[in-house]
């Protein structure tokens, strides 16, 4: 098993320009969650899913949209970077909704410049 | 709002024990985490204890939680330098989709 792979895993943007993330996860897990990690402030939750076609805003959703059409995948989409968005965000999963653990991917820092 | 915090750094000595402090808020947490983060990795869950126990040993970890004081604490005996990381304290706030609130991570780095 792979578990959870993020791609890519690096990006530089431009302001305004437009990307998406991908996670997969090969564990069949249910929900799938999109953090961003910022110096000093740990992992905040963006968006999260609790099932295939389903997703719900998390702490600091602003700027971010996400899409959970298969239930391996879970995409995060910036539709006009800002340089507020620059940080590392990681992807991760849970097998139900009172799972103990949370497996986290390896991440992706992206810059806005 | 649920808030978790903890010390930003921590220095110790090769072979001494380390010990990362942390409070947080919500009263009705169910699981608190502590997670490692090693450089350029994703975070690695590390141990956990449920809030109706005390304490949690796990080989060279040892977890306690004060419920009364809300204050969770990860003892690492032994201190290796493969223990540098930056740990991160977090709680379940089964409320709502079992969200993990994180703290800020406590770096810690080993000295010879």
């Known amino acids: 098993n792979a578990g959870v792979t993020q791609t890519p895993k690096f990006r530089v943007l431009k302001t305004g320009q437009s990307m998406t993330l991908l996670c997969a996860q090969d564990m069949n897990h249910e929900y799938m969650y999109w953090y961003r990690q910022d110096p000093g402030m740990g992992l905040r939750l963006i968006h999260y899913s609790v099932g295939e076609g389903t997703t719900a805003k998390g702490e600091v959703p602003d700027g971010y949209n996400v899409s959970r059409l298969k239930k391996q995948n879970f995409l995060l989409g910036l539709e006009s970077a800002a340089p507020s968005q620059t940080s590392v965000y990681f992807c991760?999963?849970?097998?139900?909704?009172?799972?103990?653990?949370?497996?986290f991917g390896p991440g992706t820092r992206l810059t806005v410049t | 709002g649920e808030d978790v915090e903890q010390s930003l750094f921590l220095s110790v000595r090769e072979g001494d024990s380390s010990v990362i402090n942390c409070t947080y808020t919500d009263s009705s947490s169910t699981y608190l985490y502590w997670y490692k983060q090693e450089p350029g990795a994703g975070l690695q869950l590390l141990t956990y204890?449920?809030?109706?126990?005390d304490m949690k040993q796990d080989q060279r970890l040892t977890v306690l939680l004060n419920k009364k004081d809300k204050h969770l604490s990860l003892r690492i005996a032994d201190t290796q330098t493969g223990d540098s990381a930056i740990y991160f304290c977090?709680?379940?706030?089964?409320?709502?989709?079992?969200?993990?609130?994180f703290g800020s991570g406590t770096r810690l780095s080993i000295r010879p």
């Open positions: 977090a709680e379940r706030d089964d409320s709502s989709a079992s969200k993990i609130i």
């Open positions: 204890i449920f809030s109706n126990m």
């Open positions: 991760a999963s849970s097998y139900r909704e009172r799972a103990v653990e949370q497996y």
